[in-house]
């Protein structure tokens, strides 16, 4: 099979196109013939050299695809061959086939295309597992969102809004706020020129942030603890902005505060805080969101996976408004 493999650790350039072994089937497991895959920023670490697979995993990017069942691997009886889907990966996506375990499988939603279906597991079990499972959001809450016009940001406010909440954004840009406020978001905030904490603050009347969704780290960790409203949370899923700082112990208590962290690529594929479980919840509560249109997948641009360099360079240069996906 083709799939995009990597020279040595670098800049996009060392991205190539070219002959991989196929994927083996393992009892539990299904094989896809690949339609899309889309480009997260893990891929960019792993693509630097900072963010190995997990054990068992494999070395190709990738952590979400679509695409068709080719075959099914002893056990599997949930699928069959020629049934379309999407599916969290723990790698492989960047390829024309991929292994899979059975359990991180979703159906095709209805009303969404094949190749616009790539762009859905890694963000929506994302946010579904911090800011529902983990953080409780719910509705009547104020929602904070960073980095809201991009893949997880776009997901985080469609899936804030059919929940009923508030949800503010942060972006870089006016014209970028301008494209969450036309997915629903209530208050948007430009990072470079305006304080995060004083804005919602003021939007709010003085309540806060009940939840912040924050990809930053530490470079947010004590304004994030400020903007919290009394039994906020934090919950961080990102270190773009490094991953050492101080925290406030008597800021967060007076807040009666939390500051929680989750990731999902290293979750086991079954058991407690699996990604099977997450899949399950999101197929049960939030699939039937999908389907009826109130959370779509939002494709900023979509390239051959060939051009899989040029893909990793938009990302890097925040060029896209939503998710970049590449078609096998």
Same mark, same amino acid.
């Given at each position: ?7 040595q ?17 393992? /009892? ?8 899309? =895959? ?9 693509r630097?050299?900072?963010? /190995?697979? /997990? ?15 080719a ?23 960047y ?6 375990p ?18 859905l597991?890694?963000?929506v079990?994302?946010?579904?597992? =911090? ?8 509705t ?20 804030? &809004? ?18 969450c ?11 470079? =020129?305006q ?12 309540h ?30 990102g ?13 967060l ?13 290293a979750?086991?594929v079954?058991g &407690? ?23 779509? /997948?939002?494709?900023g ?21 939503? &998710? ?5």
């Amino acid at each position: 099979m083709q799939a995009i493999t990597i020279r040595q650790p670098g800049g996009p350039e060392v991205l190539e196109w070219a002959e991989a072994p196929d994927p083996t089937v393992r /009892p539990g497991e299904v094989l896809l013939d690949v339609a899309a =895959t889309a480009v997260n920023r893990a891929d960019l670490l792993q693509r630097q050299g900072f963010y /190995p697979p /997990p054990p068992g995993a494999p070395e190709i990017l990738g952590l979400e695809c679509s695409g068709t069942v080719a075959q099914v691997g002893e056990g599997v009886t949930s699928w069959q061959v020629g049934d379309q889907v999407c599916a969290l990966l723990a790698g492989g996506g960047y390829a024309e086939k991929v292994a899979v375990p059975a359990e991180q499988l979703l159906p095709l939603p209805k009303n969404v295309s094949l190749v616009e279906a790539a762009g859905l597991p890694e963000v929506v079990c994302t946010v579904w597992s =911090t800011v529902v499972q983990t953080a409780g959001l719910s509705t009547g809450d104020v929602l904070l969102v960073h980095g809201g016009a991009g893949g997880i940001g776009t997901c985080a406010i469609q899936i804030g &809004k059919a929940l009923g909440v508030t949800v503010a954004v942060t972006a870089g840009s006016d014209e970028r706020l301008a494209l969450c406020r036309e997915l629903g978001a209530d208050i948007t905030i430009n990072y470079k =020129t305006q304080d995060f904490v004083e804005e919602v603050r003021n939007a709010t009347d003085g309540h806060g942030a009940d939840v912040v969704l924050d990809n930053m780290g530490a470079s947010y960790l004590a304004r994030n603890i400020d903007v919290l409203a009394m039994d906020g949370r934090v919950v961080n899923i990102g270190m773009q902005g490094g991953v050492k700082g101080e925290l406030n112990i008597g800021a967060l208590m007076a807040k009666r505060g939390g500051v929680l962290s989750a990731g999902l690529r290293a979750r086991p594929v079954t058991g &407690k805080g699996s990604k099977a479980d997450i899949i399950a919840d999101v197929r049960e509560r939030l699939w039937p969101l999908v389907e009826s249109g109130a959370v779509k /997948p939002i494709i900023g641009r979509t390239l051959p996976m060939s051009q899989a360099a040029e893909a990793h360079r938009a990302l890097e240069a925040s060029d896209v408004f939503g &998710k970049v996906v590449l078609t096998a």
